[in-house]
T-cell receptor, first 109, second 112 residues
Framework: RKEVEQDPGPFNVPEGATVAFNCTYS??????FFWYRQDCRKEPKLLMS???SGNEDGRFTAQLNRASQYISLLIRDSKLSDSATYLC??????????FGKGTRLHILP | ETGVTQSPTHLIKTRGQQVTLRCSSQ?????VSWYQQALGQGPQFIFQ???????GRGNFPPRFSGLQFPNYSSELNVNALELDDSALYLC???????????FGPGTRLTVL
């Protein structure tokens, strides 16, 4: 099983819709979790950290489920500018940082 | 802008050559990580430097090496370049006691 797995997509979603995607991980000792977004030919940028209690930042909600070993990202009222690749990232106890391959999101006008 | 800079922006080398990539971390950040991102893939962790010492390494061979300097800037050195080393090389810095990483714009390396 890969350390981090994401559905590569693409997810084609009409503007204004809600979209959600998950990321599963195999190492139960992973300790920190993040979502980054990456625009085409640009560097990744932190979207939000993910906490066990769940956290929200505007239209974005992130959840962590340690029992089932997945994290999720929900985007409400999607905008054209949300089109990007969303990368799931985790950090293990040995300070090794693992990126998923990313999920591509296309918001359609 | 994150304040993390990398040089050069693009580089073309031939197989067997050596390359050095440079990264200046954001002010106040003492940890630098290096990643390799092939086309269509997520970034792959190469290694991390904290206070001039290697602190964590991914599954990369020893021909990938690095340095961190007292001002926390860093270099990535790759010896005996192979065609598969062609990729975007990203540097990220983070502040003490946080895991949030701020990425530079990357160096695109092409090996012919």
């Amino acid at each position: 099983r890969k350390e981090v797995e994401q559905d590569p997509g693409p997810f084609n979603v009409p503007e204004g819709a809600t979209v959600a995607f998950n990321c599963t991980y195999s190492n139960s000792a992973s300790q920190s979790f993040f979502w980054y977004r990456q625009d085409c030919r640009k560097e990744p940028k932190l979207l939000m950290s993910v906490y066990s209690s769940g956290n929200e930042d505007g239209r974005f909600t992130a959840q962590l489920n340690r029992a089932s070993q997945y994290i999720s990202l929900l985007i409400r009222d999607s905008k054209l500018s949300d089109s990007a690749t969303y990368l799931c990232v985790l950090k293990n106890r040995d300070d090794k940082i693992i990126f998923g391959k990313g999920t591509r999101l296309h918001i359609l006008p | 802008e994150t304040g993390v800079t990398q040089s050069p922006t693009h580089l073309i080398k031939t197989r067997g050559q050596q390359v050095t990539l440079r990264c200046s971390s954001q002010s106040g950040h003492n940890t630098v990580s290096w990643y390799q991102q092939a086309l269509g893939q997520g970034p792959q962790f190469i290694f991390q430097y904290y206070r001039e010492e290697e602190n964590g390494r991914g599954n990369f061979p020893p021909r990938f090496s690095g340095l961190q300097f007292p001002n926390y800037s860093s270099e990535l050195n790759v010896n005996a370049l192979e065609l598969d080393d062609s990729a975007l090389y990203l540097c990220a810095s983070s502040a003490p006691t946080t895991d949030t990483q701020y990425f530079g714009p990357g160096t695109r390396l092409t090996v012919l």
